[in-house]
Structure formats: structure tokens, C-alpha cells
């Protein structure tokens, strides 16, 4: 079986949720093909280590930290995209959320409402800001 290469060398890409698990690999798999790569999520000091471990092995990112449920984080980090860069041609929405494990019988609407503005309203919104600078 061949290995699949591509080359995304001057790609500017945005992973959500990438200081962890999938959205992490996703991120160093892209810098990994020449990619920048801006890392989200909400807490920076993981996205920092995230950074320094693409960066030890040769790759281009950042760290920037936004949550996908507030508007105004989305914003926040496609201004710095576009500033930095004036286009992004990869969007990698990964971040989600699910803070009521239990059935549907009993949630709340707090939790339903965290959970629709992260997986849904995030979604929708980071998809609006990054079709702009496609």
C-alpha cells in the first residue's frame, strides 16, 4: 500500500479543540504537511505545549485561545487569522461539548443551551467567519 502525501505547504488552517485527542492530532498531522496551523480552544496553556510539540518537529503554529460557544472569541481569533495572514484556507471545526451525560429525560436547559451553542451556534459561526477569508 503507497503513503498518502499532500502537500499543504502556505495553507493557513484553524483546529478547533486542538489540545487534545483528535483536534491534536489533526493539527500536527496538517503542520505536518506544511501547514499553519492555529490551535484553539479554550485554555492556553495546553494549546502552548500543542504549539512547542509542532514546532519541536519542524511546523508552523499557533496558539490562540477561543471558545467556540462565545461570539466573541470566534471573532477575536479570525481578526488575528486575517491580520496575520488575510486568508485561512482550512477549517477544522473539532471542539464539542456535552456537560449532561445522562438521558434526554432529564437535562436541562442550561445544558441543552451550552451544548447547542458550542456544537451548533460554533459551528455555524466560526463556518460564516472562515468562508469571509476563503
Known amino acids: 500500500m503507497s503513503k498518502l502525501t499532500f502537500d499543504l505547504t502556505g495553507k493557513i488552517a484553524i483546529v478547533t479543540g486542538a489540545s487534545r485527542g483528535i483536534g491534536q492530532a489533526i ?51 479570525f ?11 482550512i477549517l477544522i471545526n473539532n471542539a464539542a461539548t456535552n456537560p449532561f451525560f445522562g438521558d434526554v429525560l432529564h437535562a436541562t436547559p442550561d445544558a441543552w443551551d451550552k451544548t447547542v451553542d458550542v456544537n451548533l451556534k460554533g459551528y455555524f459561526f466560526a463556518s460564516q467567519y472562515a468562508a469571509n477569508l476563503m
Do not use: F
Request: hydrophobic fraction near 35%.
Open 27 to 77: 493539527a500536527q498531522t496538517l503542520a505536518a504537511h506544511g501547514a499553519t496551523v492555529y490551535c484553539t480552544s479554550r485554555k492556553i496553556e495546553d494549546l502552548k505545549k500543542v504549539q512547542q510539540e509542532i514546532e519541536s518537529q519542524g511546523g508552523k503554529a499557533h496558539a490562540v485561545a477561543c471558545h467556540i460557544g462565545k461570539l466573541e472569541d470566534i471573532q477575536n481569533l
Open 79 to 89: 481578526k488575528v487569522v486575517e491580520e496575520q495572514y488575510g486568508k485561512l484556507d
